[in-house]
């Protein structure tokens, strides 16, 4: 007897145990509740943790962002937003210009037809720079000089773009007038702005080079 009564006490909580896993879930309000709230919470986190990231990657990398031709003005914007102006590393000797020859207009406005090609030799893609042109006389002393910005001698017909590629080469012609009629040559110089609001000038730095090592 006692042996059947044991089997019997085993049998109802076995029945018991198989219709509480067959119940559904207990409605507890409070547990319910708790766990929308703690994802929400956590994705939230995820994402303020993301951005963190981004933004400490873009300040890492901010001159070599600077100078992307594709992210190069968005990100010098908002940094100048903020009281922080960037200015990218440009490489002014690899500017190339080559002069072509000039002619004089002649007339009653003095004039005189320039022309030359403009090549980037860097590695990677670099502005479209301002080209400072000296008027010179047949002694070589300076009669004029003018900076000339893109706009100026862009080639008529060809698209106008602020970047020249690695080895992008552009050929050109700008026409100035000559102040005096005694040019007999020009040069020409690469430059960019710099950090000062300034230009800053290939040959500036080669003037420095020959002062430096000029004897006092």
Partial sequence: PGGALLQEHVAVDADALADALAAPDLDIPG??????????????????????????????????????????HWVTGVYAAIGVPLQPHWDLSAYEVRQQGAESEGGPHSAIRVRFSLANHAMRAQPVPLLRLTLLDRYGRRVAERDLTPADYWPRGR????????????????EVRDPSADSASFELDVCLPDAHNGI?????????????????
Wanted: net charge negative.
């Fill in 31 to 72: 547990l319910r509740a708790s766990a929308p709230v703690q994802q929400r919470f956590w994705l939230g986190g995820c994402i303020a943790l993301a951005a963190l990231l981004l933004v400490q990657m873009i300040d890492h990398w901010r001159d070599a962002l600077a100078a992307s031709p594709t992210w190069g």
């Fill in 159 to 174: 698209a106008t773009q602020s970047f020249l590629s690695a080895d992008e080469r552009v050929d050109s012609e700008v």
């Fill in 200 to 216: 800053h000038c290939a040959g500036d730095a080669a003037a420095a080079g020959d002062a430096g090592g000029a004897p006092p």
